[in-house]
């Protein structure tokens, strides 16, 4: 080769060099190795995932199936929207026989409350009921043979049982004087005979306790709650309170509706509420399948939902049970990623904090976060679960979101 092509090529070569070296390093350049290093070194069993511009800048083990916690509540909310739509609202329907007796049949409703029953006993008095006779529960819309998947036996409120009549979460919050008187906690709420046995043992304070150890429990505490609020509001309840199917043959005067269904989701989201993520679960089984509810139902409508409509494979998660209170519940972060794309539109049923909208997980050695981050007018996805010791979700979501704010989505 002559001397004056080696020459040429080095004077190419050192120029092209020189030129690099005063092009500045772009941000994501500067940080990605850094920051996603330091990521890594505080995941010791989990994954994670970040977008940007419909792009996946960061992720590490996005294909490993991890436990949730309760960021899978929002699998069950995207099922429930998608099944029933945001304007269902759940049915609780009222009778009234030739004897005055009241029959209550329950379809349900997460949102049976005390100020609900309020509401009902207005337009019962409206139409013209001065006295009721008996009170017939008819909780024949569930057919559950057991608890939920991962519900223990505790009287937790995250641990009560659900049924298809059952008020205020299937709880009650009683305060307990220093000179061992019981009353309700709350104004709406009147003092319940449930109150004085459940809170005998109990110690001085307030104190919110699920009926779900005892399932007898869970009918005559709806009863005892109309009962007592149909009596303050001067409609006198005389009989007993008992468990019995509606007859066929009687009409209902009054159906009550709960509010609409992305009222009742945004709540669950908000206070992690598994007692409404698995009404949600079964409603679905049921809108599917027909009544009575069963968990079966309830787990074959969320199965196929996220195989047919989110197109997850069946190696990318398992669905135990609605609210990610069971340990057997798996999902990928990748599949996670999916479940958030596909629920981006009800983003603001989430809680939003230090500027993300984030849903959070948390069980014994289960930490999670997912959520989406705003940029400019559209919303990127981040995914963290961790299945380990050390929560160290907040370190890595500060850090995900520093590298959002300098990094450029790949090509």
């Not at 349900?108 to 509401?119: H, R, V, W």
């Not at 019962?124 to 569930?142: C, E, R, W, Y």
């Not at 139902?297 to 196929?304: I, P, R, T, V």
Request: charged share 20%; hydrophobic share 40%; net charge positive.
């Amino acid at each position: 080769m002559p001397q004056s092509d080696c020459s040429l090529k080095k004077f190419f070569f050192f120029t092209f060099l020189f030129f690099c070296l005063l092009l500045p390093a772009t941000p994501s350049a500067r940080a990605d190795g850094s920051l996603y290093n330091e990521i890594d070194r505080l995941i010791s069993n989990g994954g994670y995932i970040l977008s940007k511009d419909n792009q996946i800048i960061g992720e590490k083990n996005s294909h490993g199936l991890f436990i949730p916690a309760s960021i899978w509540k929002i699998a069950t909310a995207a099922s429930a929207l998608d099944l029933l739509g945001a304007n269902y609202r759940f049915q609780t329907k009222i009778f009234v026989n030739s004897r005055n007796d009241l029959y209550i049949q329950g379809f349900g409703d997460p949102l049976l409350t005390s100020e609900a029953i309020q509401d009902i006993t207005v337009q019962l008095k409206k139409k013209g009921l001065t006295s009721v006779h008996s009170i017939f529960l008819d909780d024949s819309a569930f057919n559950l043979q057991s608890a939920a998947s991962g519900a223990g036996n505790s009287l937790n409120p995250y641990d009560a049982a659900n049924s298809a009549l059952a008020a205020n979460f299937n709880t009650i919050n009683l305060v307990k004087a220093k000179d061992g008187s019981i009353g309700s906690a709350e104004p709406q709420t009147p003092t319940l005979p449930l109150m004085i046995r459940h809170g005998k043992n109990l110690p001085a304070g307030e104190h919110r306790i699920n009926l779900s150890r005892n399932h007898e429990n869970i009918l005559p505490h709806v009863g005892e709650l109309f009962r007592a609020i149909l009596n303050r509001e001067g409609i006198k309840v005389q009989g007993s309170i008992k468990k019995k199917p509606v007859p066929q043959a009687l009409m209902p005067i009054y159906v009550h509706h709960s509010p609409r269904l992305d009222t009742i989701i945004s709540k669950m989201l908000h206070y992690s509420n598994n007692f409404i993520a698995n009404q949600l679960l079964l409603i679905c089984g049921a809108k599917q399948q027909n009544f009575p509810a069963t968990w079966a139902k309830g787990k074959f409508a969320l199965n196929h939902f996220l195989l047919t409509t989110i197109r997850l494979k069946e190696n990318e998660f398992k669905a135990e049970e609605g609210s990610g209170l069971s340990r057997k519940n798996r999902i990928t972060p990748a599949g996670m990623l999916r479940i958030l794309k596909h629920f981006k539109n009800h983003h603001d049923l989430l809680t939003k904090q230090e500027g993300v909208w984030i849903k959070s997980g948390t069980l014994n050695q289960v930490f999670s976060y997912v959520g989406y981050i705003p940029n400019k007018n559209q919303l990127d996805f981040f995914v963290i679960i961790l299945n380990q010791s050390e929560n160290n979700r907040d370190r890595i979501l500060g850090l995900l979101k520093k590298q959002h704010s300098v990094s450029a989505a790949q090509p």
